[in-house]
């Protein structure tokens, strides 16, 4: 529920951080997903590296882990 209500009120830190948390409790994805894009939003490329290196390493690649690599080069020019 917290996610859902800091994602409405444009809370991004701590959207980010409820994803991540949630997701290393359920193994999710989609929420280790959510929490990369809020740290990008936040330009955290410390834990948006640390997040993504995860998520490549631990989950299938498919469209979504692809948009979010190229975006994390995109924000951070790497």
């Known amino acids: 529920g ?3 209500i800091y994602r409405v ?3 991004y830190n701590k959207f980010a951080h409820y994803s991540y ?3 290393l409790r359920t193994h999710d994805p ?3 997903q959510e ?3 809020g740290y990008l939003v936040l330009k955290d490329k410390k834990m948006s590296k640390k997040l993504l290196d995860r998520l490549n390493k631990e989950y299938s690649s498919n469209e979504s882990t692809d948009y979010l690599n190229q975006l ?3 924000v ?3």
């Open 2 to 4: 917290l996610k859902r």
């Open 9 to 11: 009120n444009n809370d």
């Open 21 to 23: 948390l949630y997701e």
């Open 30 to 32: 989609i929420s280790l």
């Open 35 to 37: 929490a990369i894009t």
């Open 72 to 74: 994390y080069k995109k």
């Open 76 to 78: 951070f020019n790497d």
